[in-house]
């Protein structure tokens, strides 16, 4: 039977990104591009957001693809973030139809129409992109935020840094180890809202939260996360470059109710595992973890 650690490294491993998902990203960022450019003035274009610090996990939706906009668009810098959104809302309708284009606040997201199957695999296709105009503001980028009706500030580079800080400093786990709290947090057994919203703040709560360095176990380290971010739901979480708004502003305090008390059963449902684990019943607790987890955690 599979050991409770070669358990997490395969879950691990599937919930990494592989050359196939890289391609198909690629090959749907070009299409994207191709397409925009009839249609607006783009310097340049870029894949962006956890699918590139690689602490997006499976299956891969909504990657962020920053478009950023030449100087004879910039009027719509000085229009409601709504305008832009709209208009990129509108081209992309033309092209993908209706029901696959979607006005999100900071983005316009476009569905694929792939199908994911019952073990969370699509074959190795992303799911969906989130279409970003964006405008350079010196080393920073602007982009709409139609929720505040501002334009906010914001600097992947400075996000990605802290991530491979992160990484490396916790013998290089601390990705995978966000990557399977943000697919619990994506588990449809929690309904419709994920726990945690944006599920970006689970990362950027585990900047500071994975501390101490990598102890050597999966479940050790999942457990103690699961407590710690339960405990911490409830502080004020700013973007980690310190230039858009707090990453914690997504959750309003029922919300965060909510989201505290189902942070606070998963810290309970992996001491329970822990100690399938240490009386050597290893089949319930491989049954444990998929439990919480979700079907790519493996029971073989
Ligand atoms: N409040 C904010 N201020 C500044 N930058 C932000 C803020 N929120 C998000 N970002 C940046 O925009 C990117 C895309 O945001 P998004 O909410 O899609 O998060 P994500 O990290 O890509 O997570 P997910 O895996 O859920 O897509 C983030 O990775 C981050 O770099
Ligand atoms: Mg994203």
């Known amino acids: 039977m599979l050991t409770i650690d070669e358990a997490f490294r395969k879950f691990k491993s599937r919930l990494e990104l592989n050359d196939k998902e890289q391609a198909n990203a690629s090959a749907r960022q070009q299409e994207v591009r191709d397409y925009l450019d009839t249609k607006f003035s783009i310097d340049n274009s870029f894949l962006t957001g956890s699918y590139k610090r690689h602490t997006k996990t499976k ?17 719509y810098r000085g229009k409601a973030p709504s305008v832009v959104i709209k208009d990129f809302y509108d081209a992309l309708v033309d092209k993908y139809g209706k029901d696959a284009v979607r006005k999100q606040s900071r983005s316009v997201n476009i569905d694929f129409g792939v199908v994911i199957d019952a073990e969370d695999n699509t074959d190795y296709r992303i799911v969906s992109v989130d279409v970003v105009p ?40 601390w990705k995978g180890l966000v990557r399977m709290v943000k697919y619990w947090n994506n588990n449809p057994k929690h309904g419709v809202d994920k726990p945690v919203k944006p599920s970006f703040l689970i990362e950027v709560m585990a900047l500071e939260c994975l501390y101490g360095g990598w102890q050597g176990q999966f479940d050790r380290e999942l457990q103690a996360l699961y407590a710690t971010l339960a405990d911490r739901i409830f502080d004020t979480w700013p973007d980690p470059a310190g230039l858009g708004p707090p990453i914690s ?17 998963a810290a309970r449902e992996a001491s329970i595992a822990i100690d399938h684990t240490r009386k050597g019943r290893n089949g319930d607790a491989l049954k444990a973890w998929r439990a919480l987890f979700g079907p790519k955690f493996p029971l073989s």
């Open 59 to 75: 299956p891969l939706k909504d990657i962020d693809i920053f478009f950023v906009l030449r100087d004879s668009e910039r009027h």
């Open 249 to 265: 502003n997504g959750m309003d305090n029922a919300r965060k109710l909510r989201a505290r008390d189902l942070l606070t059963a």
């Open 134 to 173: 964006a405008f350079t503001a010196g080393d920073d980028y602007e982009i709409p935020d139609t929720d505040s009706s501002t334009w906010i500030k914001t600097n992947p580079k400075i996000h990605a840094d802290k991530a491979v800080a992160a990484h490396q400093a916790f013998s290089n786990e």
